[in-house]
């Protein structure tokens, strides 16, 4: 268990709909971070928050947003989704002290959509 | 454009053997490295790193070699076990980025024959 949990597990929607991905950090973390994983594919970095504040931006799309609230926990919205978005997406969380910091990843929530 | 680059999707190696998994980098600015595992239905989770100023990190069964001239780097895994099964990510870093997004590669699928 890294510490980082991530809900729903599983998610199952239609084109057209507008979904919200959950993640809480570790303990202590104040750098949030989404990555999804398409088929066969790597993980492609989305977004990273730092102690609420965006800091570093990916191949995220226009249609999909994400904030990291007060408490640190992060949201991942996606909305007007297409079949293509259908993939695991996962959140991992760090703290950040200089040099490589090692990010613990959540379990990840799988997104279907119909 | 893949950064890094893991051209072996999948791998099966003898219980006992040697496994060796190779990743390619294009980016000479990474400056750190790691090696992800992952089993099905988790996120990933850390397995070694190594410093873009060493050459060689070892931990237990498991070594990650550098070479830089050749943007290169391999993990090895002796002697391998069944457990050893899993996807296995490269993943590369630059901690001069100003940022802490990991550069993933697509992933090669060890499979350890008992």
């Known amino acids: 268990d890294s510490g980082v949990t991530q809900t729903p597990k599983h998610l199952i929607t239609a084109t057209g709909q507008r979904v919200t991905l959950r993640c809480s950090p570790r303990?202590?973390?104040?750098?949030v971070y989404w990555y999804q994983q398409s088929l066969d594919q790597g993980l492609q970095f989305l977004i990273q928050y730092y102690n609420g504040e965006e800091r570093a931006k990916g191949n995220i799309l226009e249609r999909f947003s994400a904030q990291q609230f007060p408490d640190l926990h992060s949201e991942l919205n996606l909305s007007s989704l297409e079949l293509g978005d259908s993939a695991l997406y996962f959140c991992?969380?760090?703290?950040?002290?200089?040099?490589?910091?090692?990010?613990?990843f959540g379990p990840g929530t799988r997104l279907t959509v119909l | 454009d893949q950064q890094v680059k893991q051209n072996s999707p999948s791998l099966s190696v003898q219980e006992g053997r040697i496994s060796i998994l190779n990743c390619d980098y294009t980016n000479s600015m990474f400056d750190y490295f790691l090696w992800y595992k992952k089993y099905p239905a988790e996120g990933p989770t850390f397995l070694i790193s190594i410093s873009s100023i060493k050459d060689k990190n070892e931990d237990g069964r498991f070594t990650v070699f550098l070479n830089k001239s050749a943007k290169h780097l391999s993990l090895h895994i002796v002697p391998s076990q069944p457990g050893d099964s899993a996807v296995y990510f490269c993943?590369?870093?630059?901690?001069?980025?100003?940022?802490?997004?990991?550069?993933f590669g697509t992933g090669t699928r060890l499979t350890i024959i008992p």
């Open positions: 303990s202590g973390d104040l750098s």
């Open positions: 991992a969380s760090s703290v950040i002290q200089g040099g490589y910091n090692e990010q613990f």
């Open positions: 993943a590369a870093i630059g901690t001069n980025f100003g940022n802490e997004k990991l550069t």
